[in-house]
């Protein structure tokens, strides 16, 4: 199995920049997505695949099968500003992370909540123990400091962009390249190659209800260096029902506690 890479939550901001301004629809549905102080999202992985590829190589023809193991996400934060996030993958694991108004933040694992700390320190322990591909160092891989910025987070910085946006009906989309420049020698011929983002943002009463990510790149395969294309696409559902407060079990709230949380 070979799997895609995992390119999710892009920073928009770092796309190319061009002589355009945000259209004042699209900025005023931003606008009101700041304003939000609860609101709740679900992020749907839209491609899980798997997609088969037949490459050709030094050694012959070679096929691999690319598995998008991008979770399903659903995430609410409440009026108090603190936020719980479940992510599930279709291989059974499940995470359910909350971080508080003031940045604390525990995972509930298979072993119960777990510190960022903690987590680090059982990620070690298991490399040292078992080495590679047990179960538990899948889940302790996932749960290390995952990427959870929430929509608005994810959005906001279209609002100083430059980019150029088009409309059709109360859909817009933006789309640029990223690249990191050098490689770690700063050899541009080491530097991984760019990735195109497509963004898709769609309003429905003047508010944003939804956006759709799209990603494009290629991938070395192996020591071979040949380059596969390889895609990701991922949709994004926004409610703008508060909630009250997020469901804190009472083992989260007391590690929440001991890192300085008060809740």
Same mark, same amino acid.
């Given at each position: 199995?070979?799997a895609?890479?995992?390119?999710?939550?892009?920073?928009?901001?770092?796309?190319?920049?061009?002589?355009?301004?945000?259209?004042?629809?699209?900025?005023?549905?931003?606008?009101?997505?700041?304003?939000?102080k609860?609101?709740?999202?679900?992020?749907?992985?839209?491609?899980?695949?798997?997609?088969?590829?037949?490459v050709?190589?030094?050694?012959?023809n070679?096929?691999?099968?690319?598995?998008?193991?991008?979770?399903?996400?659903?995430?609410?934060?409440?009026?108090?500003?603190?936020v719980?996030?479940?992510?599930?993958?279709?291989?059974?694991?499940?995470?359910?992370?909350?971080?508080t108004?003031?940045?604390?933040?525990?995972?509930?694992?298979?072993e119960?909540?777990?510190?960022?700390?903690?987590?680090? &320190?059982?990620?070690?322990?298991? =490399? %040292?123990? #078992? !080495?590679? /591909? +047990?179960?538990?160092?899948?889940?302790?891989?996932?749960?290390?400091?995952?990427?959870?910025r929430?929509?608005?987070?994810?959005?906001?910085?279209?609002?100083?962009?430059?980019?150029?946006?088009?409309?059709?009906?109360? &859909?817009?989309?933006?789309?640029? =390249? %990223?690249s #990191? !420049?050098? /490689? +770690?020698?700063?050899?541009?011929?080491?530097?991984?190659?760019?990735?195109?983002?497509?963004?898709?943002?769609?309003?429905?009463?003047?508010?944003?209800?939804?956006?759709?990510?799209?990603?494009?790149?290629?991938?070395?395969?192996s020591?071979?260096?040949?380059?596969?294309?390889?895609?990701?696409?991922?949709?994004?559902?926004?409610?703008?029902?508060?909630?009250?407060?997020i469901?804190?079990?009472?083992?989260?709230?007391?590690?929440?506690?001991?890192?300085?949380?008060?809740?």
């Open positions: 199995m070979f895609r890479p995992i390119f999710l939550l892009v920073s928009f901001g770092l796309a190319l920049s061009t002589r355009a301004a945000v259209p004042p629809a699209l900025a005023t549905a931003l606008e009101h997505l700041r304003a939000q609860s609101y709740s999202w679900e992020m749907i992985n839209g491609d899980p695949g798997p997609v088969a590829q037949r050709e190589t030094r050694r012959g070679v096929t691999l099968v690319q598995q998008n193991i991008s979770p399903h996400m659903v995430g609410s934060i409440d009026l108090d500003g603190n719980l996030i479940r992510r599930d993958w279709t291989d059974g694991i499940a995470l359910d992370t909350i971080i108004a003031t940045g604390e933040s525990v995972t509930g694992t298979p119960g909540w777990m510190t960022t700390q903690e987590i680090l &320190s059982a990620l070690a322990e298991e =490399r %040292l123990q #078992s !080495g590679t /591909g +047990t179960r538990r160092l899948t889940w302790l891989r996932r749960a290390d400091r995952p990427d959870l929430r929509p608005d987070q994810e959005l906001l910085p279209l609002l100083k962009s430059t980019q150029v946006f088009e409309s059709t009906g109360d &859909s817009y989309t933006t789309s640029g =390249r %990223l #990191s !420049g050098g /490689g +770690t020698s700063g050899n541009p011929a080491e530097a991984p190659p760019p990735i195109d983002v497509t963004v898709t943002l769609n309003l429905r009463s003047g508010v944003i209800r939804d956006y759709e990510v799209k990603i494009d790149a290629t991938q070395s395969v020591r071979s260096r040949v380059q596969i294309p390889v895609s990701e696409q991922r949709i994004v559902i926004l409610t703008y029902l508060p909630v009250a407060r469901s804190i079990p009472d083992e989260a709230r007391e590690k929440l506690r001991g890192l300085g949380a008060k809740l």
